[in-house]
C-alpha cells in the first residue's frame, strides 16, 4: 500500500509538471468540452421557450443546472486513454511500460487525476461564470452532494477501467479511431449529454439503462439535482457496482491477451 | 525497499539454469518452428494502390532462424550485424517484450516473457533510438519516477545516483527538460535513468548511435566500468566497431536472423581474417616491397603491406633476411574488414 | 492553367497516400456516416418535442446540417491539413522548400495536405442540402440560388482566411499549433442556427470565430431569411478578410526570412 500511494505520488508529480508544459493547449482543448453543454443547453431552453415555459419536467432554469453540473461531471470523468493507447502501441511506447514491474493502469490512473486537478483551475470559474449567466435552479444540500461525490467517484473509475479495456482495442488494430468514434456517439446520447435522459424516446431509454453511459455521467447529475428517488439511487450506485466490476475483470482478460499479441515476434 | 544487485550467493541466484550462465537463448529447436510474421507487400503506382484496396499480398519474414547462445555472469557480449539482421528482436526477445513461438529463453533463471516483477526488478533495456525519459520535464523527475516504480530507498538513490554522477558527469543536466538536452547529453541520462535500479543485466541497443566521437568513447568507458564495478552481464548491439572493441571480448555476429559467429574477438578475426598488415621501417626511402606482398601505403621510408595470414612469418623472415628493417610490425586489419569478410561468407 | 495542374496534382498525390492505407476510407465512411447519423438524430430528438426552434423549422435546420458538413468537410480536406503541415513545416524548418519553389508560396501551402477521403464529408453534406431542398418542393428562384451560391463562397474564403492568419502567427510563435483546435470546438456549435444563442456567443461565432457567415448565412439564404445586410456584409467581410490575410502572411514571410537568415 505505502508503495503504491509513494508510486502514485511520483506519477501523478511528474504527470503535473509534464502536463503544466501544455496549459494553453489543455485550455484550448476544454474549449469543446465547454462548449457542448452551452450548446444543448441554449438549444433546448429555446425549445423551452417556444413551447411556452418547459419540456418534460425541464424548465429553462432546471436546463441550465442540468448542463452545468453535467459539463462538471463529464469533465472529472472522461479519460483520453483510447487515443493514447493507439500512439502508444503504434509508436512502440509501450515498451518502456512493459519493462517496468508495475501495471501501466496506474501511471494513467494518476495522469488523469493530474490533469483533472491541473484543469480545475479552468473548469471551477467556469461554472461560476455560467452559474451567473444562466441562472440555474440549483439548490445545494449537503447529503445529496455527500451522495453526489460518491456517485462521481465510482463513475470516474468505473468509466475508466471501461475506456482503458477498450483502449486495448489498439493491440489489435492499428486504427480503432472508427471504434473511439462509435463509442463517442453512443455516449452523446446515452450519458445525457444531447438531451437528459427522461427527454429521450422509450428505446432509447431502455438501451441508457442497460449500458454503462447513464451511469458515469447523467446518474451523478440527476442525483445532484435531487430529481432522483430513493430506490432510483440506489439502483443507480448498483448499476456502477456492475459496470465497475465488468470493467474490472474485462481489463484482466483484454491485458492479457493484448500483451501477448503485443509481444508475438514481429508485431 | 531499495533493490540493491544481489551476489550470486542470495537466494535469487537458485533460479538460475546453471551457475555459469546468466542467460540461456534457445528459441527455435528445429528451424520449421522458427518465430515469423507477415509483412504486407505493396507496388509503387496508382493503378497498384487502388488494387491494394481490395486486395493484399504478404510474405513470411522470419526474424531469428538459428540463433542459440547462452552468456555467463559478469560477461559482456556484442552483438553485430547489419540492419535487419535480428540483433533488436533478440534483444527484445530478452527482455521480454517478444516472445518466442518456440523454445526456451531464460535470463537470470527466468523466463523473460511471463515479465515477473523479480526479473524486471533486475533488467533494463536501453534504446539508443527511443526515450523512456518524459521530454517536457526536468531528468531528475524523470528520475524520481522510476525511483518509485522500482522501490529504490532514498539512501540507495542518492548512492547510485552519486556515483553516475561521478561517471557521466550528470550534474548540470538534471534539472533541465529533456528536450533542451543534446543527443549526446540526453543519451547519458536515458542510461542513467536505465541504471537507477541497478539491474544484473543490461540489454543495449544501439546505446551509441548518432553521438559524436567523444561522447561515444564516455559511454563506452562509462559501461565498461559499471560492468566491472557491478559485474553486470551486458548485452550490446551496434554499428560502431569501437564499442565492440573496446568493450566485449565475447562477439556474437548474426545475418538474416542465423548466427554466424560466436565467440573471442580475437577467435574472429583469427578465423576470418587471411590476411595480416605487415609495417616496415627501412633504412632507406622508397623501396619497391610488391614483391613480398600487396602494398597498402608506401610513405618515405615506411611501408605498409598486406600478406596472406599463412605467409607471414615467411615474408617476416624474408624482409629481415633481405632489407635494412629499422623496425617491423604485424597487426590485424580492422575489425571493419573482418566483419564484412564474415558477411561476404 | 499552372495553378490548375498543381492543384490536379496535389490530389493525385492525396489520393495516393490515402491509397497506402486502405482501411482510411471505410474508417472515413463509416465516422461521416455515423456523425450524419447522430445529427440526423439528434434532429430528430429536439424535433420530437417541438415544431420550430428559433423560428426554423426542422427542415431548414436539416438544409443548415447539410452546409454545415459540406463546409465542415472543405475546411477538413484542406484548409486543416495544409495550415497544420504549415506550422509543422515551419517549425522542423522544411518550410524553406516551400519557399525555394518557383510559385506563390501561400498557395502551395494552402493546398500542400489533402485528406481526400473527407470528400465523403462533402458529398453527403451535398446530397443532405439537396435532399432537404426537394423535400421542400425545390422552392428556391434563381435569386436565391445564386444568393446562396454567393454568400457560401464568401463564407468559404472568410473562414479560409481566418485560417491562414492563425497558421501565419507560426512566423512569430513556433509551438502554437493548437490554436488550430480552437477553430474546431467553435465550429460545432454552427450546426445549430447562431441565432438561438446568448449575445455574448453570437457575436464571438460571427466576428471573433466566423462561423455564421459559413454555416448559419447560406443556410438562411436558401431559406428566404437572408437579409441585404448579410449578404453585403458576407461580401464585405470577405474582402477585408482575404486582402489584411495575404498582408499578414507577407509580413511573416518577412519575419520567418529575417529571423533565419
Known sequence: MKYYTATYWAFFKTSLLEQFQYRAAMAIWMIGRILEPIIYLTVWTTVAQTRGGSVGSYSPADFAAYYIVLMLVNQFTFSWIMHTYDFRIRQGELSNFLLKPIHPIHADIAENIAYKVMTAVIIFPTAILLFFLFEPNLAFHIQTFAVFLLALGLAFIMRFFIEWTLALIAFWTTRNEAINQMYFTLGLFLSGRIAPIDLLPDAIQTLANALPFRWAVAFPVELMLGRLSQEQILNGFTMQALWLLAGFLLIQLTWRLGVKKYSAVGS | ?345 | MYYLKLIWIFFRIGLLNEMAYRVNFYVQLLQSLLSLGTAIAGLAIVFSHTDTLGGWEAIDILALLGVFMFVGGVIGMVISPSMSQLMDDVRLGIFDYTLTKPCDAQFLASISQIRLWRIIDILLGAGVLIAALIYRGLDIGPREALAFAFVLCTGGSIIYSFWLMLATLTFWFLRIENILHIFQSMYEAGRWPIGIYPHWLRYILTFLVPVAFAITVPAEALSGRLTPDSLITSGLLCVFLVVISRWFWKRGLKNYSGASA
Open chain 2, 1 to 345: 525497499m531499495g533493490h540493491p544487485i544481489l551476489p550470486p550467493s542470495t537466494p535469487h541466484s537458485q533460479k538460475l539454469t546453471s551457475p555459469q550462465t546468466h542467460i540461456t537463448f534457445r528459441p527455435c529447436p528445429t528451424p520449421p518452428t522458427s518465430p515469423s510474421y507477415e509483412v504486407p507487400q505493396r507496388e509503387p503506382g496508382l493503378g497498384a494502390a487502388i488494387k491494394s484496396l481490395v486486395s493484399r499480398t504478404t510474405r513470411d519474414v522470419e526474424a531469428v532462424k538459428n540463433i542459440t547462445f547462452d552468456v555467463a555472469p559478469g560477461e559482456i557480449v556484442g552483438f553485430l550485424g547489419p540492419n535487419g539482421a535480428g540483433k533488436t528482436t533478440t534483444l527484445k526477445m530478452l527482455s521480454g517484450l517478444l516472445h518466442p513461438t518456440a523454445g526456451e529463453i531464460s535470463v537470470i533463471g527466468h523466463t523473460p516473457y511471463a515479465r515477473h516483477k523479480d526479473f524486471l526488478n533486475r533488467i533494463t533495456l536501453v534504446m539508443g533510438q527511443r526515450n523512456q525519459l518524459m521530454w517536457d520535464i526536468p531528468v531528475a523527475d524523470s528520475f524520481e519516477r522510476n525511483r518509485a516504480i522500482y522501490r529504490i530507498s532514498h539512501g540507495e538513490y542518492n548512492k547510485t545516483l552519486d556515483e553516475l554522477n561521478a561517471l557521466l558527469d550528470l550534474s548540470d543536466l538534471l534539472s533541465k527538460p529533456v528536450r533542451n538536452l543534446s543527443l549526446g547529453e540526453r543519451m547519458k541520462c536515458e542510461i542513467a535513468a536505465a541504471l537507477l535500479h541497478r539491474p544484473q543485466v543490461l540489454f543495449l541497443d544501439e546505446p551509441t548511435i548518432g553521438l559524436d566521437v567523444t561522447m561515444q568513447r564516455r559511454i563506452r568507458a562509462f559501461l565498461g566500468e559499471y560492468n566491472r564495478r557491478h559485474s553486470a552481464t551486458v548485452l550490446l548491439t551496434s554499428h560502431y566497431m569501437a564499442d565492440v572493441e573496446a568493450l566485449c571480448k565475447r562477439v556474437i555476429i548474426i545475418h538474416h536472423g542465423e548466427l554466424l559467429f560466436d565467440g573471442d574477438l580475437n577467435t574472429l578475426i583469427e578465423r576470418f581474417s587471411p590476411h595480416k598488415t605487415i609495417v616496415v621501417d627501412l633504412e632507406v626511402e622508397r623501396a619497391d616491397l610488391s614483391a613480398y606482398g600487396d602494398v597498402v601505403t608506401a610513405e618515405g621510408n615506411s611501408v605498409t603491406l598486406r600478406v596472406p595470414k599463412t605467409k607471414t612469418a615467411d615474408v617476416t623472415g624474408k624482409l629481415l633476411a633481405n632489407l635494412p628493417v629499422i623496425d617491423l610490425t604485424v597487426e590485424d586489419p580492422p575489425i571493419e574488414e573482418v566483419i564484412e569478410q564474415v558477411f561476404s561468407n
